[in-house]
């Protein structure tokens, strides 16, 4: 058996290629027999002064699971590859095997904490027949497929935050112990003897005798006792206490802060796990997992923990929707530190779900959490400045705020803003930044990006080919998601009989299903139907009326048909 040690692990080559081979001899052999595999790591976690055991332990079981997730996800992505058919869906995300991954049990075989080291050995069994079953009954259940990703982004940033703040951390002891260095170098400061000054020439005045104590009035002009402490607050503090009991690393500026958020960014790795562990469970059968799971959590505080207990009541994941319920879940999460909590706080005024619905409310608090720094809070104020909902419009200001929360690691601001560059408002048009811009965010399975990107390949547009079946692909694998831009689109495929039955019934439909949720092109799509009589009887005040709609949200096509009509053209 191999130990880890995560300092060390960048430099076993040998490991890594042992490692391929043997997942590549699996993969291989999988259609053949499709055998059960398992994988036992060893991990050692070298904690800092900084950790806790908790915290070793965390860190410790999530590095071990790291480890085995890299071999574990080939094999889970030839199970879903080679049943990728059998789950009516020509097209999968990369990121469905991720969180397919990482919900396989993981076991834990030994453990032990002799500080600062923390050691864990586990393992993972992956039978693809399970593996099977949960990704189906992941796919039956689109609130918990939407749940998994979400949480996997979010596992994921805070992976990243615990990494950045431990170096963080690392840095500030690092100038510490320099300075300590720097200081035991250099020699003593002496403070000069108080009888110095008898060496300056004496007055010339008689009347003071030779043996005059002149050190009377000098010891306050020898060593100010004030400054030096406001030059350098890394000298012994005031109270008479020895250097060992006051450490310099205390008194540190940023210091506490710093590894208050690192304690949190732990916890909310811990949380993390738990979800993916709960949601293992309920695939499993074991229904009140989730909730018992994450109100454990929450319970202690634990700000992510909350944050999901609001999250699972307002969707009625695991337990009875209850928008009341979330909203009491999202304010303790708000209390203890979680921007996205303050977002959704915004989403349930922007729909009126469970409180009376305001754009201004809403508004308020997306601008709370952007300034909290919550890429959700960026995606969907940006969208108010877009719509000009709660707000006034303003394109410009939307895809400046697409564009930091994107940078955030937001895929719906990332999404959005490829729709802005698709559209040419606020930004000067460029579709094949649109392109780049939504092929990254499907790789992280944000289905509006589905529907936009599909909708480039059925035009060819952005440098993409006319590719129809690539856009049926992703526009159906949208359509899961209830999406009114998904809807439009298979109209249009229906409509233009691409990769599917030219039916104008259908399209019609499609339409109208996308209209009712407020769809631009979908309005679009049903006023030119009317106008042209495409499927239906010509109607101009029906063609009209949609054609009104759609040019009020700022579909451009339809405000120039429109002035036609008018004009009589």
Not at 32 to 52: K, L, M, W
Not at 291 to 311: C, H, N, P, V
Not at 516 to 532: C, V
């Amino acid at each position: 058996m191999i130990l880890f040690d995560e300092q060390a692990r960048s430099s076993m080559p040998v490991r890594h290629t042992i490692r391929a081979l043997l997942v590549a001899a699996c993969c291989a052999a999988l259609p053949a027999q499709a055998a059960v595999q398992e994988y036992i790591r060893d991990y050692n976690y070298r904690g800092s002064e900084f950790d806790t055991e908790q915290t070793c332990r965390v860190n410790a079981i999530d590095g071990v699971k790291r480890e085995l997730l890299e071999e574990i996800g080939t094999y889970v992505g030839s199970v879903v590859k080679l049943h990728q058919d059998s789950l009516g869906n020509s097209h999968m995300s990369h990121d469905v095997v991720n969180i397919t991954a990482g919900i396989v049990a993981m076991k834990v075989l030994d453990e032990r904490w002799l500080q600062p080291d923390y050691f864990v050995k586990a393992g993972m069994k992956a039978d693809p027949d399970d593996v099977l079953a949960k990704l189906k009954a992941l796919r039956a259940d689109l609130e918990m497929e939407k749940a998994l990703r979400e949480s996997y982004e979010e596992l994921q940033s805070s992976r990243n935050e615990v990494a950045r703040l431990k170096e963080q951390l690392a840095q500030v002891m690092r100038e510490r112990d320099s300075r300590a260095s720097a200081k035991a170098a250099a020699p003593a400061a002496k403070p000069e003897p108080v009888v110095a000054p008898l060496a300056r020439p004496e007055p010339a005045a008689p009347a003071v005798p030779a043996v005059a104590p002149v050190v009377a009035p000098e010891p306050v002009a020898v060593v100010p006792p004030e400054k030096p402490l406001q030059q350098a607050p890394v000298v012994q503090p005031p109270a008479p206490l020895p250097p060992a009991a006051a450490p310099v690393v205390a008194s540190a500026p940023g210091v506490d802060v710093l590894a208050a958020q690192y304690v949190k960014a732990v916890q909310d790795v811990e949380v993390g796990a738990a979800f993916q562990r709960a949601m293992a469970a309920r695939l499993s059968g074991d229904f009140a997992a989730l909730s018992r799971e994450m109100s454990a959590l929450a319970e202690k505080g634990y700000a992510q923990a909350q944050f999901r207990m609001g999250w699972l009541y307002e969707r009625g994941v695991g337990v009875v929707q209850d928008y009341a319920q979330a909203r009491e879940w999202y304010v303790k999460a708000m209390a203890n530190g979680n921007v996205d909590a303050i977002a959704r706080m915004g989403v349930l005024y922007e729909l009126g779900l469970g409180v009376e619905k305001s754009y201004d409310k809403a508004a308020e608090y997306y601008q709370r959490a952007l300034r909290a720094g919550s890429g959700w809070g960026y995606a969907h104020m940006g969208y108010l400045y877009e719509t000009g909902k709660g707000v006034p419009r303003d394109r410009e200001r939307a895809a400046e705020l697409f564009r930091l929360g994107m940078e955030k690691g937001n895929y719906l601001a990332m999404t959005r803003l490829g729709f802005l560059y698709q559209s040419g408002r606020g930004v000067p048009r460029d579709e094949y930044k649109a392109v780049e811009l939504y092929k990254q965010a499907v790789e992280h399975g944000q289905p509006l990006a589905m529907t936009r990107l599909g909708q480039m390949y059925n035009l060819g547009q952005g440098g993409v080919p006319v590719d129809h079946a690539r856009a049926v692909a992703l526009i159906r694998e949208s359509l899961r998601y209830n999406l009114p831009a998904a809807f439009a689109f298979m109209g249009f495929m229906h409509e233009n009989g691409w990769e599917v039955q030219q039916d104008y019934d259908a399209a019609r439909k499609l339409y109208e299903k996308a209209a009712d949720l407020d769809a631009p092109f979908a309005e679009l799509r049903l006023g030119i139907m009317y106008k042209d009589g495409l499927g239906v009887g010509r109607d101009r005040q029906k063609a009209m009326y949609w054609l009104e709609r759609a040019a009020g949200k700022g579909e451009d096509r339809a405000a120039m048909i429109l002035e036609r009509m008018r004009s009589g053209r």
